[in-house]
């Protein structure tokens, strides 16, 4: 039950990461147990930062890499306690973890504040996530000053601090097989997820309840959760690009956005989804339809080793702009309409994001002010859309149309892969699928 990750894998992604730092020494805790109300704390999630280095996944734990001249990785822990652990399940003690989840010591984390003014000392520079807690912030500043207490014996404090997110997040981006094992798992629970919420949808039915087929498919797959809070957005709610209220019935001739995905082993696939309520597209919702599906078309058609991280979102804006204009929302040139941003009024926001750990996930965007290139292992969205809210100029067959197409990108030595492929997305595909939903 208690099976340990791999240590090796951790253990060797630490070593990489002490010897980037070159010198100094990395302190990463996870995360907090947070109260809900009175007694009820919300469900734990470590830190993804202390996840991606450790693999351990009790709260109270702290990782601490020091390099040097004997490198050391250490882990703090909550020791064993037989009373604790009736009433709330498993713990490892510093003494198993240190072999199971390879470190060279562990000890309870009552001793943190005790030992780590010894591991400053004389380290010339603490990595650290600044700033992400103030009582984190406040406890390492009493660290740092009882090292500089005793300078007199000729002990020297840290004399810089770095945030220890930006090295970190440069590894984060590249994604490994343990990794990407896990992301595809994410991506097929989620994919199933999804088609389980188009068989369940017809007029009549709650947001909520197609909510519920969702948070099904996610658990009885194994994931632990959302990796998000779902989106399942009817008719008009498609066009509140965070709609997730989830309490509205369906309506017959109305479409459906779903913006949901799983979290496996900590790692997120964030999947969108948009088909009729009652299976069939009404030609104005086809049109939009296929407009969207070009553009994610486009996009994903840009993404390849060697071109900018912008290269799919500005593909996906001209198939989309081209689009607004054969709607007849938008008049005008296209190179006209992209450079005034008109088309904001209909498409308001990127095209994607890194996705990992975090569904928004950690890396860097621009290198040196200049857009980054795409390189094999980072993975990403492509998630374009067309939201249609009534106005001036609108035609009326399309008000309250909300679109989006949104699937999850791995970065190939030779292009891409789409991860979140098994999840229908054509028109046919859709309404194949729909139409035999009451027939099972
Ligand atoms: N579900 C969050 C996003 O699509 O960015
Ligand atoms: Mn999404
Ligand atoms: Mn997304």
Excluded at 129 to 137: R, S
Excluded at 308 to 325: E, I, S, Y
Excluded at 363 to 378: F, N
Excluded at 382 to 402: A, D, M, T
Aim: hydrophobic share 40%; aromatic share 10%; with cysteine.
């Amino acid at each position: 039950m208690h099976t340990p990750p791999d240590s090796t894998l951790y253990r060797q992604r630490r070593r990489r990461v002490m010897q980037a730092m070159g010198e100094g020494v990395m302190i990463i805790a996870t995360a907090p147990e947070v109260v809900r109300n009175r007694d009820a704390h919300y469900p734990f999630r470590p830190d993804s930062y202390f996840w991606w280095l450790t693999g351990f996944p009790e709260p109270e734990s702290v990782v601490v890499l020091v390099t040097g001249k004997r490198p050391r990785q250490y882990l703090f822990c909550r020791e064993k306690n037989i009373e604790k652990e009736i009433w709330d399940g498993f713990r490892w003690g510093p003494k198993a973890a240190r072999t199971a989840f390879g470190f060279d010591a562990a000890w309870p984390i009552e001793q943190l504040d005790r030992r780590m003014p010894g591991l400053l000392e004389n380290q010339p520079v603490l990595f650290y996530v600044i700033g992400h807690d103030t009582a984190w912030d406040n406890r390492v500043t009493g660290w740092l000053n009882s090292v500089r207490e005793k300078a007199r014996t000729g002990v020297q404090a840290p004399a810089s601090l770095t945030d220890a997110r930006r090295l970190l997040d440069e590894f984060r981006l590249f994604k490994d097989d343990h990794e990407l094992a896990m992301m595809r798992r994410a991506a097929e629970i989620s994919a199933d997820a999804h088609i389980r919420a188009m068989r369940a949808s017809k007029p009549g039915v709650n947001e909520h309840e197609i909510e519920a087929e969702l948070l099904y498919a996610f658990r009885r797959g194994g994931a632990e959760a959302p990796a998000y809070t779902s989106i399942v957005a009817g008719g008009a709610n498609a066009c509140i690009l965070h709609y997730v209220f989830n309490n509205r019935p369906l309506n017959d001739g109305d479409l459906l956005l779903i913006d949901a995905g799983a979290e496996f082993s900590g790692y997120a696939a964030d999947i969108t989804r948009t088909f009729p309520v009652n299976g069939r597209f009404s030609p104005a919702q086809k049109e939009a339809y296929e407009i969207v599906l070009a553009a994610q078309a486009a996009a994903i058609a840009e993404v390849k080793p060697g071109n900018t991280w912008n290269a799919p979102h500005d593909a996906a804006v001209r198939v989309l702009v081209q689009g607004m204009k054969d709607l007849k929302l938008l008049k005008g040139r296209v190179d006209d309409l992209i450079e005034s941003g008109a088309y904001r009024a209909f498409y308001m926001h990127r095209t994607g994001h890194w996705l990992g750990l975090d569904v928004h996930d950690a890396g860097e965007y621009k290198v040196d002010g200049e857009w980054r290139k795409l390189e094999p292992g980072m993975v990403l969205t492509v998630e374009p859309g067309l939201y249609i809210r009534p106005g001036e100029g609108v035609p009326r067959r399309l008000n309250n149309i909300g679109i989006r197409i949104e699937d999850d990108v791995l970065v190939t030595e030779t292009g891409c892969e789409v991860l979140t492929a098994a999840t229908p997305k054509t028109v046919a595909e859709i309404e194949r699928l729909m139409a035999r939903r009451h027939r099972r």
